[in-house]
């Protein structure tokens, strides 16, 4: 079975850094493109940041181009997102999906979802 | 990089029909067949229902079926069930830079 578990969310302060990880397994982690998507409270879905398989295709929304940093370890079948400069409005449940796309490229669809971490930002 | 349009609200009653609109433009929808759909149950994460704008993964009901015209995606749930109830995200390639855009979400109720 295809499981993703994110860990790493927390109350943080704005302007502070915070570091989520999401762990891999019942699937060849390093076949396929991975993702971030986050949803505020109440509110929708918003990509955040897409890595393919390699690390040699990396994706930002502008929302966070520039502060925050997507990674990946295909030995440790690992997904991470390094948030720095963090914002009130990055506040949001954090989840990690898997790339339906072949041979590690994106394809353009999520599938399955981790369960989310809750990242706060406030002070 | 603009969220796609979605009504905030859909409705009705059990064995019916209703569809789901998604508009966006042609940087995106209208642009690739890349459109996916998601629901969501309060709560849980959101799971995958039609992707490549037609397809639907396996375990999903051949009730939930999906379309494009233009810069407009659609999905069509038919023969509605009470379990069916729940929010509805469509989401399209937006091209190299952007890589992937939203909608805002469709609150689906069943009468």
């Known amino acids: 079975e295809v499981q993703l578990v994110e860990s790493g969310g927390g109350l943080v302060q704005p302007g502070r850094s915070l570091r989520l990880s999401c762990a891999a397994s019942g699937f060849t982690f390093d076949d396929y493109a991975m993702h971030w998507v986050r949803q505020a409270p109440g509110k929708g879905l918003e990509w955040v940041s897409g890595i393919n398989w390699n690390s040699g295709s990396i994706n930002y929304a502008d929302s966070v181009k520039g502060r925050f940093t997507i990674s990946r370890d295909n030995a440790k079948n690992s997904l991470y997102l390094q948030m720095n400069s963090l914002r009130a409005e990055d506040t949001a449940l954090y989840f990690c999906?898997?790339?339906?796309?072949?041979?590690?490229?994106?394809?353009?669809?999520?599938?399955?979802w981790g369960q989310g971490t809750l990242v706060i930002v406030s002070s | 990089q603009s969220a796609l349009t979605q009504p905030p609200s859909a409705s009705g009653s059990p064995g019916q029909s209703v569809t789901i609109s998604c508009t966006g433009t042609?940087?995106?929808?209208?642009?690739?067949?890349?459109v996916s759909w998601y629901q969501q149950h309060p709560g849980k994460a959101p799971k995958l229902m039609i992707y490549d704008v037609i397809k639907r993964p396996s375990g999903v009901p051949d009730r939930f079926s999906g379309s494009k015209s233009g810069n407009t995606a659609s999905l069509t749930v038919s023969g509605l069930q009470a379990e069916d109830e729940a929010d509805y995200y469509c989401s399209s390639y937006a091209g190299s830079n952007n890589l992937e855009v939203f909608g805002g979400g469709t609150k689906l109720t069943v009468l």
């Open positions: 999906a898997k790339d339906g796309g072949d041979y590690g490229d994106f394809g353009h669809w999520f599938d399955p």
């Open positions: 042609s940087s995106d929808v209208g642009g690739y067949n890349y």
